[in-house]
């Protein structure tokens, strides 16, 4: 099942804080998020693994509840650069399997 | 490094044709997926490798075949394409232990079906 994010859509301003939810109904072994620009491929952001164990980008902060199986995703600072649409993908017991939420819209204006 | 790379960028066929599109990667990965993305749906897992002459369905893979006889390789076979596989088409890969590890998607193939 698909993960559920929220909110579908924010806008900010240069500067502003954002935090994007991805909410699963099946337990987790991974949260991994994704930031992609329209037209192009989707960039790695971060991994959050089972047990506390993350990975990616240092301007990027996230959590993962593992009890609520819940991932947020912290953009502190807001720069242009910042504007696209950020997926999670979430990985039930190390299947192999990546499935993605639908995404949500950022975008910062100056 | 040249990473993941795609061809063709952008296909149009009829109902019912075949083709394959081409995906490979330089960077010795073991895990390798496919993926489609259509409007307000998010990537969906097509099939996926763990490794040469492994491969596994993943969330929609009906109507697509696919094959990795090499590590660098992985194409992705349409039989008979409908008008439904009208998509953006994403192959990725990534180092692979326990679990996906950081993916490194390809620039896209964009396929329209008439």
């Known amino acids: 099942q698909q993960p559920v994010q929220s909110p579908q859509a924010v806008i900010l301003r240069e500067g502003e804080d954002a935090v994007i939810n991805c909410s699963s109904s099946?337990?987790?072994?991974?949260v991994h998020w994704y930031r992609q620009k329209h037209g192009e491929a989707p960039v790695f952001l971060m991994i959050?693994?089972?047990?506390?164990e993350q990975k990616g980008h240092e301007k990027i902060s996230a959590s993962f509840n593992e009890k609520k199986q819940q991932s947020s995703l912290y953009l502190t600072a807001s720069q242009l650069s910042y504007s696209g649409t950020y997926f999670c993908?979430?990985?039930?017991?190390?299947?192999?399997?990546?499935?993605f939420g639908k995404g949500t819209l950022l975008t910062v204006n100056p | 490094n040249a990473g993941v790379t795609q061809t063709p960028k952008f296909q149009v066929l009829k109902t019912g044709q075949s083709m394959t599109l081409q995906c490979a990667q330089d960077m010795n990965h073991e895990y390798m997926s496919w993926y489609r993305q259509d409007p307000g749906m998010g990537l969906r897992l097509i099939h996926y490798s763990v490794g040469a002459g492994i491969t596994d369905q993943g969330e929609v893979p009906n109507g697509y075949n696919v094959s990795r006889s090499t590590t660098e390789d992985f194409p992705l076979r349409l039989l008979s394409a409908a008008p439904s596989q009208t998509s953006v088409y994403f192959c990725a890969s990534s180092y692979s232990g326990q679990g996906i590890d950081t993916q490194y998607f390809g620039p896209g193939t964009r396929l329209t079906v008439l």
């Open positions: 959050l693994l089972k047990g506390g």
């Open positions: 099946k337990a987790l072994y991974s």
């Open positions: 993908g979430t990985e039930s017991g190390s299947n192999y399997k990546l499935t």
